[in-house]
């Protein structure tokens, strides 16, 4: 089996198995995206969740959030961990979008990457759940359960796992994949134990097969 292949019978079968896969930080508008996997991580998305409802309630807009002082913003999102850095790019990411794109979050990947504490995952989050864009997100889920799989081989970073995955996986089948192997990695390929390889959809096309590969 080729990784092409490999590739699109990974993507039937964890469709199958996970129908909804969604992403699971709460939003209702982009920039509270933007701020939501900022504060993800190295955190849960359930504890953001929660901690973003007092943030909003406060500072329910991108100019009320530009204007607030970091000192405040970093009082509400410190049980997300490392309240400091995390806050002080909100509130510069914030008064960017204010300033210079008249407070709308852009829809072209390049600029998404010129604001402050974004990268390239969070990027694509943006491109393909808010814009419905071609989008790879590489979160530790999906560099996981790539190189287990075998999508891809003995790669970890970021950026070159995105790359090496363009080449295999239909542009219009990624971010959905993604959110997937999210869904997959949390519930069966964990990376806390050993994964549970007697209950997984992809058992006998794995490439570690029941071997630790994290």
Avoid at 111 to 127: E, H, Q, T
Wanted: glycine share 8%; net charge neutral; with cysteine.
């Amino acid at each position: 089996m080729t990784e092409q292949e490999l590739a699109l019978e990974v993507i039937r079968r964890l469709k199958e198995a996970y129908p909804d896969a969604d992403c699971t930080l709460d939003y209702d508008d982009a920039w509270k995206l933007l701020v939501s996997v900022r504060l993800a991580a190295q955190c849960t998305d359930a504890r953001v969740n929660v901690v973003v409802r007092d943030l909003y309630r406060k500072f329910p807009t991108v100019d009320a959030l530009a204007d607030a002082d970091v000192r405040e913003i970093e009082e509400i999102v410190r049980p997300c961990g490392l309240g400091h850095s995390k806050a002080r790019d909100i509130s510069a990411c914030m008064k960017m979008l204010r300033d210079r794109f008249g407070g709308r979050v852009p829809a072209d990947f390049d600029a998404l990457l010129s604001l402050p504490g974004v990268g390239r995952k969070s990027a694509n989050l943006v491109m393909g759940d808010v814009f419905g864009k071609p989008a790879i997100v590489t979160d530790t889920h999906c560099i996981r359960l790539s190189n287990r799989i075998g999508l891809v081989h003995g790669i970890k970073e970021p950026k070159k796992v995105e790359m090496a995955l363009w080449k295999i996986i239909p542009p219009e089948e990624g971010s959905a994949l993604c959110h997937r192997l999210v869904e997959h990695g949390r519930a069966v390929c964990t990376a806390r134990t050993h994964p549970y390889c007697d209950r997984c959809c992809l058992q006998d096309i794995c490439e570690k097969n029941g071997v630790d590969g994290g």
